[in-house]
C-alpha cells in the first residue's frame, strides 16, 4: 500500500520591501556617515604631521623577521602598546601603497563609518528608536572632539579603540538578549583585539558590568571575568612602562575634578571654538549642560536608568586620563563623546513626546549646538589641512634638495614655530630616508620652546661646526618658503663673520659635521652613529656653571654586559671623573658625570672616555668600545 507523501512544510515568505522603502533604509544608515564626509572630507587631501613621521620611519627600521616583532610588540610612545592602530596602520599601508596619505584617510574614515553605524544600532537597540539612533550618530559626528582623530593618522588609535569598545557592548546586547554563546564569544574577541588599539580599552569591563547590572543583572557573572584582562594590562603596562614621577604624563589626582569639568566643556563647546566667539559659547555651554544633567536627574528620579548610564560612560572612560593634569587633549574625546551623544539623542527623542513649549526649546537647542560646532569642525578642519600642506611643501623641496646635492647637509633658514613644532620636530626627513638636515645657527631665537618636549637648539647645527661646514663647503643653506629658496652663497658671505668657531656644548657623535671634532680614535660614522674603540678623545663647549653636567647617551650591545656590568672612565682635560658601571637596561644608555670646578668657564674642554673591555663581532676585526650617540653639557 503506498503512503501519501506528507504535504511540503510551508514557510511564510516575508514581503519584499518596496523600492521606496528600502532606499529610505538605505539614507538612514548612510546619512551619519554622509555627514561626516561632508564635514570632514578636507581631511582626505591632508598630509601627514607630528608623530606620523615617526611612524612612518618604523618601516626603515624593519629588515627581518625579529626587526619586525619588536617594531610591532615593544612599547613606544611613552610605553605604549598599540601594535594594531599605530605599528600595523604604519608598517603595512606604506608596504602595499607606498608612502601615500589617501589609504592612511580612507582607513580612518571607513572606521569612522563603521563606528557611526555601531553606535546608530547600539541606542536604536536599547531604546527601541530608530530616531534616537539618527540622532545619536549626528550628534556624535558633529562633536569637534572627533576633529583631530579624523584628520590626524597617529590618532587613528582613537577610532580603532572606539570600534572595538563599541562592537565588544554592541555583542553585549546582543547575547544580553539572546543568550547565545556566539555573541559573548564575539564580545571577548573584540574586547581582547582593542588592546592592541588603545590602552583605554581597559576599562570596557567598567561600561559593561554597570548595564548589566542596570539592566540584565542576572547575567552579570558573565561579565565581570573581563576584569582580569584589564587588571593583568594595566599591571604590565605599569611594570613595563611606568608613569614618570615628572612631566606631562606625572600624575596628578587632587586636580581630577577640574581636569573632568575641562574634558566636560570641550564635549560640549569645541576647544577649537574661536576666542572672539566666548560670549556666546559661555550661554550655550551652560544652556546644554543645564539640559543634560537636567534631563539625566529627572530621568533617575522616574526610574530610567539609560541616562545616568550614558553620563557614567563619558566619566568611566575618561577616568585613566583624568590624573593626567598636564596632557589635556582633546583628541581623547571620541570614545567618551559617544556616551554624550547617545544621551543627547535619547533626550531629543524623549521631548518630541512632550507639550509644545518643550519642544521648540530642544529643537532650538539643537539647532544652535549642531551650526556651532560644525562652523568649528569645518574651520578646524581647514587649520589642520593647511598646516600640512605647509609640512608637505618643505619636506619635498628639502628631498629634492638632497637630490640636487648628494653628500652634502641642508641647513634650513627661516623656519617658524608653527613649522618646526608640527614638522620639523618629528624628524619629518628621517622618515623619507634623509638625515643631515639643520636648522642654521640661531634659529631656536625665533621659535617658542615648548617645556618639557626637548630643546630647539637639538636640531640647529651649532655656530662652530656651521662655520667649519661653510668653510669645508659641506653645506648648503634654503629659505623655508614657497618654493624653497637656495641663498647658500649669500648666508657663507654673511656667516664668515658672525659665526664663532667655538666647539658646541653638544657633540652627535654620528654627524659628518662634528667629526672634525672628534679624535683620530673614532671609527668612520654608521647610520646616524660612531662606534670608539677601547678608548677616544673629543672636543666639546666647557659649562658655564658647576651645577651642569656631562651627559653621554649612546647605544649598548646585549654582548657588552653579557660578562657583567662594563665600566666607563671618563676624564676631562685629563682630570679623572668618577667611575661609572653600564648594566643590562634596554637598548640604549644614558650617563652623566660631575664635572671638575676648575673646568667651569672654560670655551674648549676635551674629554677622554674608555671602556674597561672591547668585543669582536663575526668577522669585523675593530674592537669595538661604545656607540655614540650625544655627549652634552648641560
Not at 364 to 383: E, H, I, K, Q
Not at 597 to 614: D, H, N, P, W
Given at each position: ?239 613595563l612602562a611606568p608613569l614618570p614621577a615628572t612631566g606631562a604624563y606625572a ?168 613649522l618646526f613644532w608640527a614638522g620639523v620636530f618629528h624628524h619629518p626627513f ?205
Open positions: 500500500m503506498n503512503t501519501p507523501a506528507a504535504a511540503p512544510r510551508l514557510v511564510p515568505v516575508p514581503p519584499r520591501p518596496s523600492p521606496v522603502m528600502a532606499i529610505a533604509g538605505a539614507a538612514y544608515w548612510l546619512a551619519a556617515p554622509f555627514f561626516c564626509f561632508v564635514l570632514y572630507h578636507g581631511a582626505m587631501r591632508s598630509w601627514f604631521q607630528a608623530d606620523d613621521f615617526a611612524w612612518l620611519a618604523l618601516r626603515l627600521e624593519v629588515h627581518d623577521w625579529r626587526s619586525l616583532m619588536h617594531a610591532l610588540f615593544a612599547p613606544m610612545a611613552q610605553g605604549s602598546f598599540r601594535p594594531l592602530s599605530e605599528r600595523a596602520l604604519f608598517l603595512g599601508l606604506p608596504w602595499l601603497f607606498g608612502v601615500s596619505r589617501i589609504p592612511f584617510h580612507l582607513c580612518v574614515f571607513l572606521t569612522q563609518c563603521a563606528n557611526l553605524t555601531l553606535i546608530t544600532a547600539i541606542i536604536r537597540r536599547i531604546t527601541g528608536s530608530p530616531a534616537a539612533g539618527f540622532w545619536a550618530g549626528m550628534l556624535w559626528i558633529v562633536n569637534s572632539g572627533l576633529v583631530v582623530p579624523m584628520i590626524w593618522i597617529s590618532a587613528y588609535n582613537q577610532v580603532l579603540c572606539a570600534f572595538f569598545v563599541l562592537g565588544a557592548f554592541w555583542f553585549l546586547l546582543r547575547y544580553l538578549e539572546t543568550g547565545r554563546t556566539r555573541d559573548y564569544v564575539w564580545q571577548w574577541v573584540l574586547f581582547l583585539a582593542g588592546f592592541g588599539a588603545l590602552e583605554i580599552n581597559a576599562v570596557y569591563p567598567a561600561l559593561a558590568a554597570l548595564y548589566t547590572f542596570l539592566f540584565a543583572r542576572r547575567r552579570l557573572g558573565a561579565v565581570l571575568p573581563m576584569f582580569i584582562p584589564s587588571a593583568v594590562f594595566i599591571w604590565l603596562h605599569a611594570t600624575v596628578h589626582f587632587d586636580s581630577m575634578p577640574g581636569t573632568l569639568l575641562m574634558y566636560w566643556r570641550w564635549a560640549l563647546i569645541s576647544s577649537f571654538f574661536p576666542l572672539s566667539y566666548i560670549r556666546f559659547a559661555t550661554p550655550l555651554l551652560a544652556l546644554l549642560s543645564v539640559a543634560l544633567v537636567g534631563f539625566t536627574i529627572i530621568r533617575t528620579w522616574r526610574r530610567d536608568w539609560l541616562p545616568v548610564f550614558w553620563l557614567s560612560w563619558f566619566v568611566i572612560v575618561l577616568l585613566p586620563y583624568l590624573p593626567l593634569r598636564d596632557h589635556i587633549m582633546d583628541y581623547f574625546l571620541p570614545l567618551p563623546t559617544a556616551g554624550i551623544a547617545m544621551l543627547g539623542a535619547y533626550a531629543v527623542v524623549h521631548a518630541c513626546s512632550r507639550p509644545l513649549p518643550r519642544q521648540i526649546a530642544v529643537a532650538v537647542l539643537l539647532t544652535l549646538y549642531v551650526l556651532a560646532s560644525g562652523a568649528v569642525d569645518l574651520g578646524a578642519t581647514r587649520w589642520w589641512r593647511d598646516r600640512s600642506f605647509d609640512i608637505e611643501r618643505m619636506v619635498m623641496a628639502t628631498l629634492r634638495a638632497r637630490q640636487l646635492h648628494p653628500g652634502k647637509t641642508i641647513l634650513l633658514d627661516g623656519v617658524g614655530k608653527q628621517r622618515a623619507f630616508g634623509v638625515s643631515d638636515v639643520y636648522l642654521t645657527p640661531g634659529s631656536e631665537n625665533y621659535i617658542e620652546p615648548h617645556p618639557g618636549t626637548g630643546p630647539v637648539s637639538d636640531f640647529v647645527l651649532p655656530s662652530g661646526p656651521a662655520l667649519h661646514a661653510i668653510k669645508n663647503d659641506q653645506v648648503v643653506v634654503y629659505r623655508v618658503g614657497f618654493p624653497l629658496k637656495a641663498i647658500t652663497t649669500a648666508y657663507d658671505e654673511a656667516g664668515i663673520d658672525k659665526l664663532s668657531p667655538a666647539p658646541p656644548r653638544r657633540i652627535d657623535a654620528g654627524s659628518p659635521l662634528m667629526a672634525y671634532l672628534l679624535g683620530p680614535e673614532w671609527y668612520d660614522r654608521e647610520e646616524g652613529h660612531r662606534w670608539m674603540p677601547k678608548r677616544a678623545t673629543l672636543r666639546i663647549g666647557g659649562p658655564r656653571s658647576l651645577s651642569e653636567k656631562l651627559y653621554l647617551k649612546g647605544f649598548l650591545a646585549p654582548v657588552q654586559v653579557a660578562q657583567g656590568a662594563l665600566p666607563v672612565r671618563v676624564t676631562v682635560d685629563g682630570v679623572a671623573l668618577p667611575e661609572q658601571m653600564l648594566r643590562p637596561a634596554g637598548t640604549w644608555f644614558q650617563l652623566e658625570f660631575p664635572l671638575p670646578s676648575q673646568a667651569v668657564g672654560k670655551e674648549e674642554l676635551e674629554i677622554a672616555v674608555e671602556v674597561g673591555r672591547t668585543f669582536l663581532v663575526g668577522a669585523d676585526t675593530r674592537p669595538l668600545g661604545l656607540n655614540f650617540g650625544i655627549f652634552e653639557i648641560r
